[in-house]
């Protein structure tokens, strides 16, 4: 479905069922150069399992309009808008809380509007999350004179397997050649902007994650990679360490691939979010 925010559409993926006023909702946040799609199996079997889901194309991204965030504090704004944009929908949709499921700059642009939304959000997953977030200078400059090399940078230190093993995604699905075909279709499609290095300069110049995470009124869920050399699993432990000693209610589960536990491990990050969300 389309929805109108802030005087843009903005495209998300409900699992093919139509939202409930009665039912929790999820939203899940993609990560750089990616869309809604690297959510299918969890916001379907979410979708069909009792959850209002909005899996969203940022804008700027997919089927979204509107220009891509250039910060992780302009995402979180997008969110806010979201929810409030959802709420004006027949049954007021944003009226209830929400959980937030995000993951890598996705992950950072739910931490900082969970902060900002306080009671608002039910729960929080951070999926293959860290803070800092800093990039590599190679895979910056790499990102803006030629992100078509870039991006194949990203997917083989991404990949912990160029196919998943038999799944919802179907056998032998190639995953390496799947992640380099969306990234290679959005910089066609949104050509205007360089949208890789905008969001990885948005990951890097990101310094509000352990003020934000203090702030959460909601539990939280670190999904990490154990094979994960983009975000590896030793960069959120001071994410982590900070969430523990404000107070809040921490899971972590470990997932026995690399960056992208959504498409390499989709019924294991499934189970995790599942547990976690039902919690």
Not at 58 to 76: D, F, K, Q, Y
Not at 156 to 177: E, K
């Amino acid at each position: 479905m389309h929805i109108d925010v802030d005087g843009h559409p903005i495209y998300g993926y409900t699992g093919g069922k139509a939202l409930v006023a009665a039912q929790p909702t999820v939203v899940f946040i993609h990560g750089v150069l990616n869309d809604h799609s690297v959510w299918a199996l969890q916001s379907r079997y979410l979708a069909h399992h009792g959850w209002n889901v909005l899996a969203i194309d940022l804008p700027g991204h997919g089927r979204s309009a509107g220009a891509a965030p250039a910060t992780v504090e302009e995402g979180a704004d997008f969110v806010l808008a979201l929810l409030d944009a959802v709420g004006a929908l027949p049954g007021g949709m944003g009226a209830q809380r929400a959980a937030l499921v995000g993951h890598s700059w996705g992950s950072l642009i739910a931490l900082e509007a969970a902060a900002r939304l306080r009671e608002r959000i039910s729960r929080l997953a951070l999926v293959g999350t860290a803070f800092p977030m800093k990039v590599a200078p190679a895979l910056m400059a790499a990102a803006l004179d030629d992100p078509h090399q870039a991006l194949r940078m990203v997917n083989l230190l991404s990949r912990s397997t160029l196919a998943a093993p038999p799944s919802a995604l179907g056998p032998g699905t190639w995953v390496f050649g799947a992640s380099m075909a969306l990234g290679r279709k959005l910089l066609r499609n949104h050509s205007a902007v360089n949208l890789f290095h905008r969001g990885l300069l948005a990951c890097d110049s990101y310094a509000n994650g352990a003020a934000a995470i203090a702030q959460l009124r909601c539990p939280v869920l670190f999904a990490l990679g154990a094979q994960d050399r983009m975000t590896p699993p030793q960069a959120a432990q001071g994410l982590i360490r900070a969430a523990q000693a404000a107070g809040q209610r921490v899971q972590i589960a470990h997932l026995p691939v690399g960056h992208h536990p959504m498409t390499e491990a989709p019924e294991e990050t499934l189970c995790a979010l599942r547990a976690f969300l039902a919690g």
